[in-house]
Structure formats: C-alpha cells, structure tokens
C-alpha cells in the first residue's frame, strides 16, 4: 500500500542509485566489459536526470500549493479583520475586461457631469453625477464633485491584496424627477426643483464592487420607476399637495424605497450575489418631506450649521491660510441629528432575527466594541468560515439564507416639522451627510461634519458667485479645503491600511 507517492518515489531513487554503484564497483575489473559499462553509465545519467526534473517539479507543486493556502487564510482573516471583503484574485482577463468596461462608464459619467448643460442623455429621472477621485480632482474637473451646494468625493483605498480597486460607489442626482416629467395633472402645482437623491453603495469581498455598481444604477431607477407609475395611479391630493409641497403620499414612497431594494438584491447576476455585496444609503427628497433610507454599516445623517454671530473672519478665506499645514478649524457650530442605525450583528432585532434562522453571530467580548461583530457563515464560495461584519445588505448569498436581509429601514422626516422644533434656529442652514465607514475610521463624526460644513459654508465668497456653480478663486478654495479634508481623515502613515472613503454632503433649502 502506498501512502504518500513521494515517499516511495524518493525510496526508488535511493534503491536504484545504490544498486548502480554496487554494479559500477564490479564491473571496474573487467576490460571487457567496458563498452557496456559506459552504456550503463548513460542511462543511469539519463535516470538520475528524469528523477532530478520529477523532484524539481514537485517541490514547485508544493511551494505554489502552499501559497496559495496560506493567500487563501489571510484573504479569511481580512475580511473577518476589516469587515470588507476580498477583492477579484487580479490576474484572470476577463476580470481586466470587466474593470475596463466599469472604468469606461465611469468615464462617460464623468463627461457627462462636467458641464450639465450638454447632458442629451439623462434618463427620466434626472442627471446623474458620479463621486470624483479626490487624487485626480484640480480645478478643470472639480464641477462635478464640488458646488456652492454639495460635495461628492471618493478616495480609493489603499488595500493591495488582492486588487487596489475602490468598491464604492456614490451617486447624486439633483433635480430628481424634474417637474416636466412629473405629469399634467391641472392640481399639480409641485415645485420639484429641490426634489434629489443621493446614495452611497460601499461593496465588499470579490465581486463587491460590481454589486455597488449595479445597485447605484438599479436603486434609483426602480424608485422613480415607482414613484411615477404612483403618481399616475394615485389621485393628486390637493392637501398634500399645499401642506408637503409632493404629488405622493409617504406611505407609498417608503414602500417604493423597501420594494426597490428587495428587488435589486433578486435582480443581482447569480455569480455576483454569491462573490459580494454592498450596503445601501439612499436619501431622497420630494417636496418637504425626506426619506433617510439604510441597509448595512454605511453613515447617514442631518447636520444644522450655525454662522458665528459676528459673521466670519476674512482671515480664513485667504489662500495663504488654507496652505498652511494645521487643519484649519470651523468657525460656526454645528449640531448632528437623526444619525442611522447601521445594521451590526450584534444589535438585538438583528441578532434575533438571524439566530432565529440558525446563523452564527461572533460578537467581541469588552473591552472591545460590540460594533466588530459578525455573521459566520461557512462559504462554500470560500470553503471555510467567513464573517460578515453586517447583518443587512444587498448580495451577500450565501448569508441570505441566515437572515442577512437587502430591507432597509425608511426614516421619514418632515422638514417643515423639523426647522420648527427647538434646538433647530432660524439662522441655520441644514444639510445631509452620506458616507461610507472609511470616512469614520480615523476621525470622529463631529471633526469630520465639522470640516464638511467649512468647506459648504465657510470657502464661500459671496461676490464670485455667480450662478449654482463655482468660480475661478471660491472653487480652489473649495478644492484645497475638500483634498485637506480627506488627507486629514486618512491614516497618518501611507503604509497604514485605509479603506474606500466616499462621502456626499448637500444643503437641503426650505
Ligand atoms: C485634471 O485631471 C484630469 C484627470 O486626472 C486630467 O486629465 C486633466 O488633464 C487635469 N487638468 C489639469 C488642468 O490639470
Ligand atoms: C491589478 O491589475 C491592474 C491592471 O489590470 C494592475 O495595474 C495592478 O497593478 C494589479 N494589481 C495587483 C496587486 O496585481
Ligand atoms: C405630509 O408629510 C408628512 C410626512 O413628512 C405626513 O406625515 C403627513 O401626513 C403629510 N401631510 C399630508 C396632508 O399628506
């Protein structure tokens, strides 16, 4: 019986060359035989040789066997680590074609966006504009990512196995379904202009960025796609129509929003279900009302600023102070509200609803935070154990079936309601904040807010600005404060891991 084929492989090598050399020490002593000897000798040359490309191609086999293991450990441990996945092993073409392809719309996009006036194409729903590379952004292309109105960025992460790609995806549109396409309706006297959408998708493991990208363009298309077949259904109400300035009742606009996630996660390609997913954080405007829309561990929220009272000091729109290397600080205040519940394991619906389904939830013991915690599955993708550090997202197969679920949970939010209430003054302005994690990893909430407020609020001179878009010295103040931010929310040392980073801040007017 044999066990191990190189056990007895290497048993036939050391037999035959001993038996050889016994012969050779005979046969020295006969003349004669010589001719045959060298015979000998060759084939045992060519034996010895045979076995010496058999034993070479094996420790190959062996070495790369081992590689590969040891890849496939750490690849587990990373994602149990970060909470992210693993992207795309880089080396198969088509996974090149693909990224190519990706690169390609996301160029077109970036076309489309730099001067609106020329968009021909936009869908029914309005004109999309996708985050801007923050390391590519100068003062040619910075119209998209960065207006007296809003801020859309992305900074790749810096993660090199397998694949330096950025998995998240961000996207606004602003008018969202525009008045003309609204309907005739002799009631409709809707003003849609201030109507938006914004989202952010942050994918993880391998095919974690294909996942966010389909759900960026699926999301949004299926609530419009809703929303205006509602309207068409539903009878305008006149009382909503003067009280929330919208053709749609809130109930149906939340339900919109829950049907178009679930159907995005059923409508994913098979392969990429199982090979990643991707949280969802859609906001979405209609009239005064605003609907704060969550599945997985991504940042959403409201922010009121407050100017200082004696108005703000010029010194800090001079470029010589936005050069100098300390972050310059916030002037006015600010205040966070409604901050989404980010859907972790270890949360008590979450946890019931997914051991109910017999899922594993491994959830750190203090002093650590409970945040790590995460779903187990054993992957057949994997062929081991992998966490999911969220118990909600869109994808994610193979924890489906634990109860890792695309619903998102709908804030909805009156705006009337809200500038109304106490701690809100009349002298602030609002704005909404979405983000993926890595815009958090490092910095708090509030010094984060705080730098995002200056740059909406406190880069602006109000003599440059001539229309919705930036000028000449306000946008590279903006630009410069915008690089600062990032670089002040990313680790200190290059060589220190840093995630996908992509936020969109934009000022809601009454
Ligand atoms: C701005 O950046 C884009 C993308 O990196 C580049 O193609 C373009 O040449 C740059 N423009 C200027 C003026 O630097
Ligand atoms: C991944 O592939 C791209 C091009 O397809 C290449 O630029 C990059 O260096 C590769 N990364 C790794 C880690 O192999
Ligand atoms: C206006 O919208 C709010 C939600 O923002 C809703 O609760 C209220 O019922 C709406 N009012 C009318 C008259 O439809």
């Known amino acids: 019986m044999r066990h191990r084929l190189s056990h007895t492989d290497h048993d036939i090598i050391d037999?035959?060359?001993?038996?050889?050399?016994?012969?050779?020490?005979?046969?020295?002593?006969?003349?004669?035989?010589?001719?045959?000897?060298?015979?000998?000798?060759?084939?045992?040359?060519?034996?010895?040789?045979?076995?010496?490309?058999?034993?070479?191609l094996i420790c190959i086999a062996t070495f790369l066997a081992v590689q590969i293991k040891r890849h496939r450990v750490n690849v587990a441990h990373g994602m149990l680590r970060n909470g992210q996945g693993v992207d795309v092993a880089n080396s198969?073409?088509?996974?090149?074609?693909?990224?190519?392809?990706?690169?390609?719309?996301?160029?077109?996009?970036?076309?489309?966006?730099?001067?609106?006036?020329?968009?021909?194409?936009?869908?029914?729903?309005?004109?999309?504009i996708t985050a801007t590379e923050v390391s590519q952004l100068n003062n040619s292309n910075a119209a998209n990512a960065l207006s007296p109105n809003h801020i859309i960025l992305t900074h790749k992460s810096n993660r090199k196995v397998p694949a330096p790609v950025n998995q998240d995806r961000a996207i606004l549109i602003s008018p969202f379904l525009p008045e003309e396409h609204i309907g005739n309706?002799?009631?409709?006297?809707?003003?849609?202009k201030d109507n938006f959408l914004m989202g952010i998708f942050d994918g993880h493991d391998n095919a974690g960025g294909d996942v966010a990208q389909f759900s960026?363009?699926?999301?949004?298309?299926?609530?419009?796609?809703?929303?205006?077949?509602?309207?068409?259904?539903?009878?305008?109400?006149?009382?909503?129509?003067?009280?929330?300035?919208?053709l749609l009742d809130s109930n149906i606009v939340k339900e919109a929003i829950v049907q178009s996630h679930e159907e995005v996660d059923l409508a994913l390609p098979t392969e990429q279900s199982i090979m990643g997913g991707?949280?969802?954080?859609?906001?979405?405007?209609?009239?005064?009302?605003?609907?704060?829309?969550?599945?997985?561990?991504?940042?959403?929220?409201?922010?009121?600023?407050?100017?200082?009272?004696?108005?703000?000091?010029?010194?800090?729109?001079?470029?010589?102070?936005?050069?100098?290397?300390?972050?310059?600080?916030?002037?006015?205040?600010?205040?966070?509200?409604?901050?989404?519940?980010?859907?972790?394991?270890?949360?008590?619906?979450?946890?019931?609803?997914?051991?109910h389904l017999g899922g594993r939830i491994h959830i750190p013991q203090p002093p650590k935070s409970p945040m790590g915690s995460r779903v187990i599955v054993k992957s057949t993708f994997h062929?081991?154990?992998?966490?999911?550090?969220?118990?909600?997202?869109i994808g994610d197969f193979e924890w489906t079936k634990v109860g890792v679920i695309p619903t998102p949970d709908v804030n909805v939010i009156d705006l009337k309601d809200f500038f109304a209430s106490r701690d809100v003054g009349k002298a602030s302005e609002l704005f909404v904040v979405v983000a993926s994690d890595g815009l958090f990893d490092n910095r708090k909430k509030e010094f984060?807010?705080?730098?995002?407020?200056?740059?909406?609020?406190?880069?602006?001179?109000?003599?440059?600005?001539?229309?919705?878009r930036v000028h000449g010295q306000q946008r590279e103040m903006m630009l410069e404060g915008a690089k600062k931010l990032v670089a002040a929310v990313s680790p200190l040392k290059e060589e220190w891991y840093r995630d996908d980073i992509s936020v969109i801040a934009k000022i809601i007017e009454l």
């Open 448 to 468: 984060v807010t705080r730098q995002l407020a200056r740059v909406l609020f406190e880069l602006k001179d109000d003599a440059i600005v001539m229309d919705d």
């Open 216 to 246: 960026m363009q699926q999301v949004p298309l299926r609530i419009a796609q809703k929303l205006k077949d509602a309207i068409a259904m539903h009878p305008p109400n006149e009382n909503q129509i003067t009280t929330n300035n919208t």
């Open 92 to 128: 198969s073409d088509e996974n090149r074609a693909h990224e190519e392809s990706l690169e390609q719309w996301h160029q077109n996009e970036q076309s489309h966006g730099i001067d609106r006036e020329s968009i021909i194409d936009c869908p029914f729903y309005g004109c999309p």
């Open 383 to 393: 062929k081991e154990d992998v966490g999911l550090a969220m118990s909600r997202s």
């Open 185 to 192: 309706h002799p009631l409709q006297q809707v003003r849609s």
């Open 278 to 355: 991707c949280t969802a954080n859609v906001v979405l405007r209609l009239g005064s009302t605003l609907y704060m829309s969550n599945v997985g561990d991504s940042f959403s929220y409201l922010v009121t600023y407050t100017p200082p009272i004696n108005g703000l000091h010029k010194a800090t729109n001079t470029r010589g102070n936005e050069n100098s290397d300390q972050q310059p600080s916030l002037q006015g205040s600010i205040i966070i509200h409604h901050e989404n519940t980010r859907h972790k394991p270890h949360l008590p619906e979450e946890q019931s609803r997914i051991k």
């Open 15 to 56: 037999s035959s060359l001993h038996h050889d050399l016994d012969r050779q020490k005979q046969s020295s002593s006969a003349p004669n035989q010589r001719k045959r000897q060298r015979l000998h000798e060759q084939r045992d040359w060519i034996i010895l040789l045979k076995f010496g490309i058999f034993l070479f």
